[in-house]
């Protein structure tokens, strides 16, 4: 069974930084696309940030700048540095991935984590 646990949340002043961790854990053979999303209250979850096996990464306009989405494929882990953290980004964040259970199969499936809140004071 595959689990992604994240970590890293928490309560932060405008203009402040985070760094958000997600660990996939259990039966892997591989991932692929690992990303993270974001949802505020009342609204749709949305994209922040995803990262190919190969280290591409693609953002939001409304984070570009502001984020880094990173990977250790040794440790099947993602992570999302925030800095000139804003107001608008207050958001429980989720981290995803495509991940390759057994060598045998031939599609990836999508896991979710349980999302760590990240509120920004102004």
């Known amino acids: 069974q595959v689990q992604l646990v994240e970590s890293g949340g928490g309560l932060v002043q405008a203009g402040g930084s985070l760094r958000l961790s997600c660990a996939a854990s259990?039966?892997?053979?591989?991932?692929?696309?690992m990303g993270w999303y974001r949802q505020a209250p009342g609204k749709q979850r949305e994209l922040v940030a995803t990262?190919?096996?190969?280290?591409?990464?693609n953002y939001a306009d409304s984070v570009k700048g502001r984020f880094t989405i990173s990977r250790d494929n040794a440790k099947n882990s993602e992570y999302l540095q925030m800095n000139s953290l804003k107001p608008e980004d207050t958001a429980v964040y989720y981290c995803?991935?495509?991940?390759?259970?057994?060598?045998?199969?031939?599609?990836?499936?999508?896991?979710w984590g349980q999302g760590t809140q990240v509120t920004v004071s102004s």
């Open positions: 990262i190919t096996g190969s280290g591409s990464t």
């Open positions: 995803n991935a495509d991940i390759r259970v057994y060598q045998w199969q031939n599609n990836f499936h999508s896991y």
């Open positions: 259990g039966t892997i053979f591989s991932i692929n696309t």
